[in-house]
């Protein structure tokens, strides 16, 4: 950068600036942003994925027996959730471009955390279903919201780092949501064990809400912890990467587009199939454990280990793609190796070999997500576009919910071998999408390099260019 650059941008800001003072000011901005936005945001969802999978917690601990829940009942309480968690994700990331995510994302915490406290008084089968379909509908907006929001904050290459770390609370909350079990259910009180595991993990989710809404702020246009000389130079880092704008309207033509783009199903597809290893390690690892011989209390503390090698993992993936920019390559490396682990699991009898490869499954199933996350980020452009498809790739992380609450069946106690190799298919598919991905990006790079189409946004009017989204002339995709 030359000591003076003219610096202008779509979103209203030109002037003179110089270029030491403006990596300066980017800086700043940089670490307030993540200041006020990543703290409260990894927290919550920590708790938010502890409040969606203390169910599978809460059974070891002898909820199951003390509701007399038998045969599947115990799977469909699981899926119930997902039923509204896959149709209310794209509502949500609407109401949250209306409203703000200051306001729209404690909300929802606070409501599901109510619910979640509500379980530890459910007396049936059927009040636990009815309490966990209306959880769905709360925790729906979390994760696509989170995703969208980050799309207004930082360019492409800043999101990565962000959005893995994010992620990484899911697999971090793993880790201490057994041993976080396993002391609650030994508290003596006038409760059972697993009311006090619902109780006392939704009242730290309320506290979190707070505190989010008071650190949280909307758009960086609207944001009051920053300075305007910082404000300015952000908006025009994030012009000059095409950032998502506040001031831009929802456009419902931009809704059809998104749906209609093959390539928006193939994130959601991979998602998806990521997904159902990583809900299933979740809900399903202290069950699978204890399969294993171990008691009830040393299964919950167990079922750390393979969290923590995912936590490692997706830490992991903050930094792949600042070493080596190929999304899809990393997708497929990480899925042929979770297929290989769940082969192992799914055919060996030594309950040590399949404890370590459980550890080394989670390993490779953990990147997958937030990679295939920031590559749709990435790629996809237009504000309601980019939106939607958020919503839609997270929303397919709903429908692994619901299917992968019913590949460990009771039947196939105690190795499972069904779920085993129903998640080893999946990885095989996340190997397939990428690659075909991967070679259709390639393809329509090259098309527009050899098309060689001189591209003025600035003879376009707004809306126009808005609706184009990542089919302007000038955009090229990362693959």
Known sequence: ??????????????????????????????????????????????????????????????????????????????????????????????????????????????????????????????????????????????????????????????????????????????????????RLQEIDGSLMGYQYIFIIEASITVALAVIMAIMLQNYPETATFL???????????LANDKALSYNTDYRPRQVFRALSDWTIWGYAIIFWAAATGGATQAIFGPTLIKAMGYTSTRAQVLSAAPSACGFASQILSMFLPRIYPRFSVWIMMFSAAACAFYAVIATVENIH????????????????????????????????????????????????????????????????????????????????????LNLYFRYENRRRDSQNEDFDPSALSKDEVEDMCDKRPDHRYTW
């Open 353 to 436: 070999v399949r404890f370590a490869f459980l550890c080394l499954s989670n390993f490779a199933l953990s990147p997958n997500m937030p990679l295939v996350s920031i590559w749709m980020s990435n790629n996809v452009m237009g504000v309601t576009k980019k939106g939607v498809a958020s919503a839609v790739t997270v929303m397919l992380g709903g429908v692994a919910g619901l299917i992968g609450s019913h590949i460990y069946r009771g039947k196939d106690f105690p190795q499972y071998r069904f779920g085993h190799i129903f998640v080893c298919v999946c990885n095989a598919v996340i190997f397939v999408v990428a690659l075909a």
């Open 1 to 182: 950068m030359s000591t003076k650059d003219v610096k202008s941008s779509e979103r209203g800001v030109s002037e003179v600036v110089d270029g030491a003072e403006e990596q300066r000011l980017r800086g700043s901005y940089l670490r307030k942003a993540d200041l006020h936005l990543l703290p409260p945001a990894f927290a919550m969802y920590f708790f938010a994925i502890i409040d969606r999978n203390n169910i599978g917690n809460a059974k070891v601990a002898g909820m199951d027996v003390e509701l007399g829940l038998h045969g599947e009942q115990f799977n469909w309480i699981v899926s119930a959730f997902f039923f509204t968690y896959i149709f209310f994700e794209i509502p949500s990331n609407i109401i949250l471009k209306r409203v703000g995510a200051r306001i729209w994302l404690p909300f929802i915490a606070i409501c599901w955390s109510i619910l979640v406290a509500l379980m530890a008084a459910a007396k049936s089968y059927g009040s636990l279903v009815a309490v966990r379909v209306l959880l769905g509908v709360f925790e729906a907006g979390y994760v696509p919201g989170f995703i969208y929001l980050t799309s207004f904050w930082y360019t492409k290459r800043q999101q990565a780092p962000r959005i893995a770390l994010f992620f990484s609370a899911g697999v971090f909350a793993g880790i201490w949501a057994g041993p976080l079990a396993a």
């Open 227 to 237: 300075t305007e000389d910082e404000r300015a130079a952000a908006l025009r880092m």
